[in-house]
């Protein structure tokens, strides 16, 4: 079935381990309840080489990388059934901290990626990705990701700051510029404020989860949300 009419509806999600049977239930039926056409997941905390299944009839197609060693980090791209996705390329971190696919959807290329950023040398971490990202993607490229960094303090923090230096901060940023990637929620939501992780540590709420896609296709984008994900809150 060739996907054609419907819109691609994407979402990326900090998972917090799915190695718990009934979270993974619950995320696939989360997924066909939102009717979500590409989803991408960071912490999966899946190791290489006894990773359990995440599919089901409506969700066959599923492409991983996860670390080798241990259970932690770990990101993922599952896909819609109907997508009718062919898959082309596909570039895994040795880490689990970062997936590239590339294939055609409906005969138009696209690139996904799904990135976990560590909460350490984020800008660092990002400008080698995005580097190797660049020279990887083709067509239309779309990005989700835990960056575990705010792209605007002042307004993705509850407090108006962080503790990461405003040059990790523009070191960040240009990164995405590279690629002239921007943050599609905030495009639609110029004067909101929302967050998507909450520091004890810090007692501070910050948006540090993103899906990005390019300035020229700003124009297809119709709409950007910030769903809670109660689900996450039931089992390790």
Not at 202 to 221: A, F, K, M
Request: overall charge positive; proline content about 6%.
């Amino acid at each position: 079935m060739a996907y054609l009419s419907a819109p691609l509806t994407v979402m990326a999600l900090n998972c917090r381990g799915l190695n718990v049977p009934e979270r993974r239930t619950h995320l696939l039926r989360e997924l066909r309840k939102k009717r979500i056409s590409i989803a991408m997941f960071q912490e999966t905390h899946f190791l290489e080489r006894s990773a359990p299944k995440l599919r089901n009839r409506q969700y066959p197609n599923n492409f991983f990388s996860n670390h080798p060693t241990t259970r932690k980090a770990g990101v993922a791209i599952v896909l819609a059934a109907e997508l009718d996705f062919k898959e082309l390329y596909k570039v895994t971190d040795k880490l689990g901290r970062f997936l590239f696919l590339k294939g055609t959807i409906a005969d138009r290329m696209y690139t996904l990626a799904s990135i976990y950023v560590p909460n350490k040398n984020q800008a660092r971490f990002l400008w080698r990705t995005m580097s190797k990202l660049s020279g990887f993607s083709e067509g239309t490229p779309i990005v989700g990701g835990d960056l575990n960094a705010p792209l605007d303090p002042q307004m993705d923090t509850s407090t108006g700051h962080c503790c990461i230096p405003m040059s990790s901060i523009h070191s960040i940023r240009k990164s995405m510029g590279n690629l002239g990637l921007v943050d599609c929620w905030r495009v639609l939501n110029p004067d909101v404020k929302d967050y998507t992780h909450y520091s004890a540590l810090h007692n501070r709420y910050s948006r540090i989860d993103y899906i990005l896609i390019q300035q020229e296709g700003l124009s297809r984008l119709k709409k950007a949300a910030i769903d809670p994900a109660t689900w996450l809150d039931h089992g390790p």
